[in-house]
């Protein structure tokens, strides 16, 4: 029996809160936040709380607290309607056993990403557009409270030495924590979600992302085993794209994949994930991004998949894509393909290695097949405006050419962008290779 259904046989509590009975104190706002601290702090002290097996043990302790704040509200003579009596409940359940006023949105499969600016001022995105909630913590104590409880089981630690942090919840959803000195106003969270259930193919088609021909055309890439880069800038929707381009992957290949914070999740049988982990008190310890790169490699991988290159990296990737790990996917931070190639020139040199700019472009040229460029536009929505062929070098330079765009025409009444995606009517260097491989050629 739910909640809802033992409070309707319960009428003790479904009275209207201003017709108390004669000599019970009234229910008001402040009355509110001091009966939820009340029950939390008992339940804390009276019953032995699990965190590990808290969620198995979801129902039990649920009627735990609803037992709780019937007792409270009995010996505190508080008479309140069932409407109130459930905000209470579910908002010491939403603190006790989920992330305090950001638990809704986590719930909420519209909400795309929750931001706290601070404790008081909670943003979320909602079919691409950021909205200010209702919802507020209790102070900026009360915010570091559930930044704990999400680093904590990680083994990640966030304090004044070390006051930044990434992190992922059990669902799989990206959060990133900072908090003072380096956050002025206090702490900040910053949610990025990820579909409970993952996203495929046909998914970005019906969403307008690209169209079925590109979706077959980059399959066919994927099974030739080009290497392939998807680039865009934040909220772009990359990560999203870099796992359904994963899921292409035949399930006999074997892949490792390599994330700073695991958010990928592929459906393939032989699949090795790994993740950074960053330095200990001491300050020793770390693993980097590169150091798993270079590790993967002794790991028998057929393909290599990381979640994103932003350093030094990319030159250990670009080497594994040049000796034999062909079919290998990444994505970077760019604002367009030609950008993404100069952003690799960059991180290359963060390597380290003093190597002069030809060599480094020859090693784009040889290593990079295909660039897949993704923008968040100004109505929300993602569009995969780009997919080019990286044809290699001409002289000093990387030769691109685009195989499909995304043509803007302008925004419609409602606000929503107005375009159609654009087949170049070229076709790729590589096609040969692919139907040597007996692939069909997805373009014709």
């Known amino acids: 029996m739910t909640l809802k259904e033992r409070l309707g046989k319960n009428q003790k509590f479904a009275g209207d809160a201003k017709k108390t009975a004669s000599g019970q104190k009234s229910f008001e706002k402040l009355e509110y936040a001091r009966l939820i601290e009340k029950v939390q702090t008992r339940i804390v002290e009276e019953y032995n709380l699990n965190f590990e097996t808290m969620e198995e043990e979801q129902e039990q302790l649920e009627e735990e607290i609803e037992k709780l704040l019937q007792k409270i509200l009995e010996e505190e003579g508080l008479e309140i309607d069932q409407k109130i009596f459930l905000d209470i409940f579910q908002e010491l359940v939403d603190e006790i056993m989920g992330f305090g006023p950001i638990t809704t949105y986590l719930r909420d499969g519209d909400v795309t990403e929750i931001m706290v600016n601070r404790y008081d001022r909670i943003f979320v995105e909602k079919k691409g557009k950021l909205i200010l909630t209702d919802k507020e913590f209790k102070n900026n104590a009360h915010v570091n409270h559930i930044i704990e409880k999400i680093v904590a089981p990680l083994g990640r630690r966030i304090d004044e030495s070390s006051p930044m942090v990434d992190a992922r919840l059990p669902n799989g959803s990206r959060v990133n924590a900072i908090i003072p000195p380096l956050a002025i106003d206090g702490s900040s969270i910053t949610i990025r979600k990820f579909s409970e259930e993952p996203f ?12 079925p021909k590109m979706a077959e055309f980059i399959k066919a890439c994927v099974h030739a085993r080009l290497n392939i880069i998807v680039s865009g800038g934040t909220g772009s929707g990359k990560t999203t794209t870099l796992n359904v381009i994963s899921s292409f992957i035949p399930n006999e290949e074997r892949i490792v994949t390599i994330e700073d914070a695991a958010e990928l999740r592929l459906d393939q049988v032989n699949v090795v994930r790994l993740e950074t982990r960053p330095a200990n008190i001491e300050g020793s310890g770390s693993v980097s991004i590169r ?38 996917i990444t994505t970077g931070h760019a604002n367009s393909p030609r950008d993404m190639l100069s952003r690799l020139e960059t991180m290359v040199l963060m390597a380290g290695m003093d190597l002069p700019v030809k060599a480094i472009r020859e090693q784009i040229g040889s290593a990079l097949h295909l660039v897949i460029h993704q ?18 070098m001409e002289g000093d330079i990387v030769i691109m050419q685009d195989i499909f765009r995304f043509v803007q025409q302008g925004m419609t009444p409602e606000g929503k962008v107005k375009g159609h995606f654009e087949f170049m009517n070229i076709m790729p260097s590589f096609i040969g290779e692919m139907e040597s491989k007996g692939i069909p050629n997805p373009l014709v």
Request: proline share 1%.
């Open 200 to 211: 495929q193919i046909k998914d970005l088609v019906s969403f307008g992302t690209l169209t």
């Open 291 to 328: 150091d798993l790169v270079k590790n993967s490699l002794r790991m028998r991988p057929d393909r290599i998949v990381v979640g994103e290159v932003r350093s030094g990296e990319a030159l250990d990737m670009l080497q594994a894509m040049n000796t034999g790990h062909d079919g290998s």
């Open 375 to 392: 923008s968040r536009m100004k109505d929300g929505s993602r569009k995969v405006t780009h997919i080019s062929e990286v044809q290699g």
